[in-house]
């Protein structure tokens, strides 16, 4: 060897000792790659959950899905899919579990309009958001008619109670889920108008020839079956209430119906309407003949609505004593018997002018 190269060795460094890698630091990074993996992955499948939750479903129309007794989450989610309400029952499942909802499920009918979200699915039946069928009673129509209705409503369950007495129901139109009992509605609709009269009474005004809420009511039923007309019930009252005070009798044909029908319609032998006949006019012997009886009628005639009931509590301010048809759908009023006739002659010669095809 030369001096050079002897120089030139002498001269390089030694090398360097080669480091041991630490195991421990090894598997923490391979943790923390790993968990940032996850976390990306748990991140993307949060953003797609919630795009499937948020998607527009597949129904192409509105859809009714019962929910019957009983009903479990995963039987409840297979139908749903079933129907065509939503894409995939998991899903389904998936969000119930990530809202920590393990509320029972209500029975009822939902409706689902068309292509409701998975989220919109799920949070109807959540909120238990049922579908509502409305049925109507109309004021005026005796319990008997009432509860024809009641059993002839396909949407209610149970056999037909026993019926309330005349005048005990209000009528309205009620909301009902499928499935509600007959007994159920007709409870119902007789606290509604136990409360009415609660809230009502106490506000009648002063003076009145009414000893009881439930000769309100009978008085409020003669009323309602008097008109049709809402502005005119606070002044057909008035003329009931004055000739109570004086005492002179109702004279109210819609009393004698029902003392002849029971409040249906009358009726000749070939099953058409007719009016009173004289004999029915003349007839003492009916108890609700307010042509011969003094006062009120033994019950109610019909079941009256909220404004009979408070025109009956609060009737006009007037002195009229009569009323009569006077050809427009309303009535004429009179304080006295001889306006009252003229009232009743102008009748007379529409009825006639009407039977000529005047």
């Known amino acids: ?54 998607r527009e479903g597949p129904s192409a129309e509105a859809r009714i899905v019962t929910v019957d007794p009983g009903m479990g989450l995963i039987t409840l989610a297979q139908r749903l899919e079933g129907e065509g309400v939503i894409r995939d029952a998991r899903l389904f499942r998936a969000l119930a579990y990530l809202e920590h909802d393990d509320s029972p499920i209500h029975l009822g009918e939902y409706e689902f309009e068309a292509g409701a979200s998975l989220r919109d699915v799920y949070e109807r039946i959540r909120d238990h958001e049922v579908l509502l069928h409305r049925i109507t009673f109309p004021e005026g129509r005796t319990t008997a008619q009432f509860m024809r209705i009641i059993e002839a409503a396909e949407v209610l369950t149970g056999d037909m109670p026993e019926a309330p007495e005349e005048g005990a129901m209000l009528p309205d139109t009620y909301s ?41 009511i009978i008085l409020a039923s003669i009323v309602e079956k008097e008109t049709g007309v809402g502005s005119e019930r606070a002044r057909v009252a008035a003329v009931f ?108 010669r529409i009825e006639r002018d009407r039977a000529n095809g005047g």
């Open 176 to 216: 009902v889920t499928r499935g509600t009992t007959r007994a159920a509605l007709v409870e119902q609709m007789v606290a509604a108008r136990t409360a009415l009269l609660e809230e009502l009474w106490p506000n009648r005004a002063e003076g009145l020839p009414l000893e009881t809420p439930e000769e309100a």
């Open 241 to 348: 209430v004055n000739r109570l005070r004086r005492g002179m009798r109702l004279q109210s044909d819609p009393t004698i119906i029902y003392g002849v029908s029971g409040g249906e319609p009358l009726r000749n032998a070939a099953g058409e309407q007719r009016g009173i006949r004289r004999s029915e006019l003349d007839n003492a012997a009916n108890p609700y003949n307010t042509y011969f009886i003094a006062g009120l009628t033994p019950t109610p005639i019909c079941n009256p609505g909220r404004a009979a009931i408070e025109a009956v509590l609060n009737p006009a301010e007037t002195n009229d004593l009569y009323f009569v048809a006077d050809g427009t759908g309303g009535h004429a009023f009179a304080a006295t018997l001889s306006e009252h006739n003229q009232n009743v002659a102008a009748w007379r």
């Open 1 to 54: 060897m030369s001096r050079e190269d002897q120089r030139d060795g002498a001269d390089a460094p030694a090398p360097r000792p080669r480091r041991r890698s630490n195991p421990l630091l090894g598997a923490l990074r391979f943790l923390v790659v790993l968990g940032l993996f996850g976390v990306a992955a748990a991140v993307g499948l949060g953003v797609w959950l919630q795009g499937e939750f948020e």
